[in-house]
């Protein structure tokens, strides 16, 4: 059984920081790429940044350059450092990660709430 458990979630006024974390465990054998989401009331979900096993990293055209995504490769944590917040990013953040046990697939954590508002 492979489980996603995000942490780092909170209320932040506009220009702060906030850093998610999304940790792995498990029967896993190996993790490919990992990712975040995010999705805001009424709105679809959408991609925010992935990062490979090689640590190849892909980023939404609106977080470029406020976001980083990371990853611990020991540890199985993806990281999401978020800095120039806006109410926009305002949103649930999902972690993602495409995972091999036995075999390969995609596994969601559970959401974890950003809210940036004075």
């Known amino acids: 059984q492979v489980r996603l458990v995000e942490s780092g979630g909170g209320l932040v006024q506009p220009g702060g920081s906030l850093r998610l974390a999304c940790a792995a465990s498990?029967?896993?054998?190996?993790?490919?790429?990992m990712g975040w989401y995010r999705q805001a009331p009424g709105n679809q979900r959408e991609l925010v940044a992935t990062i490979t096993s090689g640590g190849s990293t892909n980023y939404a055209d609106s977080v470029k350059g406020r976001f980083t995504i990371s990853r611990d490769n020991v540890k199985n944590t993806a990281y999401l450092q978020m800095n120039s917040l806006k109410p926009e990013d305002t949103a649930v953040y999902y972690c993602i990660a495409v995972i091999s046990t036995l075999v390969r697939e995609a596994y969601w954590g559970q959401g974890t709430q950003v809210t940036v508002s004075s």
């Open positions: 498990g029967s896993i054998f190996s993790i490919n790429s």
